[in-house]
């Protein structure tokens, strides 16, 4: 694959520094927003060991670039920098390399890996919190960027299927239906195919037991037996957990479709209790375990800690295994079925400790090397008043009313714009439905996901500013120049950028990689985000600047606008795909 202009600069750079006996790495090239495009500082860096004034050095190198084919302008600035702009050849050339490639100037990673990626993690019965829409949004967009990017890539929902939310709807449905089978202690198998409960009965039958488990200690003692006697191996209270979990994921499977986001494992906590005691035992039997007030524990503090880290639980002194310990046993599953290179958690902030600990657990026993276990952590989503979202009626979110909401809103905001009314209510309705997720979707992303964000469809659903709808709508305008290019028999040509909008936005496009390889290494979805915003931008200054179809512009510049265009289009669609996000035909 041939080079960016900035990596094309750059080897230019590296050989003027060389020819004047200097490390060629000083001749590395940097975007600028000042005057010129690119930038090279090397004259300033390099100035104390090679004894020379930076403007010296500057001046030399500047006069080894001057035929330079490939370069429009060097000059120096300041105490050395050296402004550079490169040719509209180079540009051409590029342009050229890009309208070619499938991959719009994309390219793998470094070096690939095999990449297990744990994101959403909704719990079975508990509804669905936004913590668990932004894992899912901002997880969706890592794994589709890792795959581009080359990487072998497993997701994994890693469903909450284990806790005492299970003990609270074993007890609950047996006080409504202490008939079934699954209550009888002494029958140990052929129990129904069929479940006994319905999702809206999980639903229910939760936020009941857990109700009168707050005030009733009775009540919360039964519950946590249950779940003591489920992990236990209790064979009806198994049955009854196999029918929760597979009832619970046909609804999440209709609600992540929804969302359009994919999961290639939809494994989860209880799946893992088997690995529990023998990797219990090895911990023991290697010295790693300790008893602590009826505990079994992992220590897993460090010298330099400046807070006081907790030890690991693995068991409680109820007898139980915790979170961390199926968080063990999972990554032993993965370690020893999918041979991952690194394991990628995407959860809130609010759990940094326990996979502090769960990793250094990991490192200490020899389970799985401390830092190939990333947490990529994000903020929270406060509502418009500032406090944690909820939705309208104050409760915890259900993700398919999310997403109704979402629809109307854009609905409502199409309606405003005069966009997609004369189309039928079948298509304005998908649409919509587009729109609302993209504006979900980019104003989660755009964030720096460390940080916290205001939830605000009105905002979001917006088609100016920053958001999903600008985009598409951006990216639609594209396919509607391209329709009408086709109807007016003009075809794409080589493309010939002249216009400064026409230049700036070739380099736009050319940062593509730039901009992916960065996402990449940070795990920051937002880069993305930034590089398909600008491009828009570029675009849209492009397409005032410099008319595509017009009356009047010759033939071979209206091919090149258009086929710089369908570049555009190309690049647009791909990037905001690696962020989940679809385009529909027209608005
Ligand atoms: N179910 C958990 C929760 O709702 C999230 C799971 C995150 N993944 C993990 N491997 N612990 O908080």
Redesign the pocket.
């Known amino acids: 694959m041939s080079s960016s202009v900035l990596q094309t600069l750059s080897a230019h750079l590296g050989a003027a520094f060389a020819a004047l006996g200097l490390p060629k790495n000083y001749g590395r090239v940097t975007t600028s927003d000042k005057t010129t495009p690119f930038q090279c500082n090397g004259a300033l860096a390099v100035a104390k060991a090679a004894k020379r004034a930076p403007r010296d050095i500057a001046a030399l190198v500047v006069a080894l670039l001057e035929d330079n084919p490939d370069i429009a302008l060097a000059e120096i600035a300041g105490p050395g920098f050296i402004n550079l702009e490169p040719s509209t050849g180079l540009l051409t050339k590029r342009a050229g390399e890009l309208a070619a490639d499938d991959r719009v100037g994309a390219r793998n990673g470094e070096t690939l890996e095999k990449i297990v990626i744990?994101?959403?993690?909704?719990?079975v019965a508990?509804p669905m919190?936004v913590?668990?829409l932004r894992?899912s949004v901002i997880g969706d967009s890592l794994q589709r960027l890792l795959r581009f990017r080359g990487h072998a890539v497993v997701s994994d929902i890693?469903?909450?299927d284990w806790g005492l939310q299970m003990g609270h709807l074993i007890t609950e449905l047996e006080d409504e239906q202490p008939d079934l089978p699954y209550f009888d202690a002494g029958i140990m198998d052929g129990f129904p195919d069929k479940s006994p409960v319905t999702i809206e009965d999980l639903a229910r039958l939760y936020p009941l037991a857990s109700g009168k488990a707050k005030d009733d200690p009775q009540r919360m003692a039964r519950s946590r037996k249950a779940t003591s006697e489920l992990q236990a191996g209790r064979a009806g209270f198994r049955a009854l957990l196999d029918h929760f979990i597979s009832v619970s994921i046909a609804a999440l499977k209709v609600d992540f479709a929804a969302l359009g986001v994919h999961f290639d494992l939809w494994k989860g906590?209880a799946a893992v209790d088997p690995l529990i005691p023998d990797m219990i035992a090895q911990f023991k039997k290697d010295g790693h375990t300790e008893l602590s007030d009826g505990a079994l524990i992992i220590r897993v503090t460090e010298e330099s800690d400046k807070k006081d880290l907790p030890p690991l639980i693995l068991i409680s002194s109820a007898g139980a295994a915790l979170?961390a310990t199926?968080?063990l046993a999972?990554i032993l599953d993965r370690r020893d079925n999918l041979h991952p290179d690194t394991i990628l958690?995407?959860?809130?902030f609010g759990?940094s400790s326990?996979?502090e600990q769960?990793y250094r657990a990991a490192g200490k026993t020899g389970l799985f090397a401390r830092d190939k276990l990333e947490h990529i952590k994000f903020g929270t989503v406060n509502g418009t008043d500032g406090k944690r979202f909820r939705t309208r009626a104050g409760g915890v979110m259900r993700l398919s009313d999310l997403l109704s909401q979402a629809k109307q809103a854009a609905a409502k905001r199409l309606s405003e714009a005069g966009l997609a009314q004369d189309m039928d209510a079948g298509e304005r309705a998908e649409i919509a439905r587009k729109v609302g997720l993209a504006a979900i979707k980019f104003s989660d992303l755009q964030n720096v996901r460390t940080t916290n964000y205001i939830f605000d469809l009105e905002r979001f659903t917006s088609f100016e500013g920053k958001t999903g709808p600008y985009l598409l709508y951006a990216a639609v305008r594209i396919k509607s120049l391209l329709r009408k290019a086709e109807t007016a028999g003009v075809k794409p040509g080589s493309i010939m950028p002249k216009h400064k909008s026409e230049q700036k936005l070739v380099l736009v496009l050319d940062g593509f990689n730039r901009a992916l390889a960065a996402a990449e290494t940070k795990r920051m979805p937002h880069i993305v985000c930034e590089h398909v915003y600008t491009l828009a931008q570029s675009f849209s200054k492009f397409y005032a600047d410099c008319p595509v179809l017009q009356d009047g512009v010759p033939g071979d510049v209206k091919s090149s606008r258009l086929a710089l265009s369908t570049l555009t289009l190309k690049q647009l669609e791909i990037g905001l795909d690696l962020l989940g996000i679809e385009t529909p035909e027209r608005m």
């Open positions: 744990d994101f959403g993690g909704p719990n508990k919190h913590g668990h894992s890693h469903l909450g906590e979170y199926t968080d999972t958690y995407v959860v809130d759990q326990h996979f769960v």
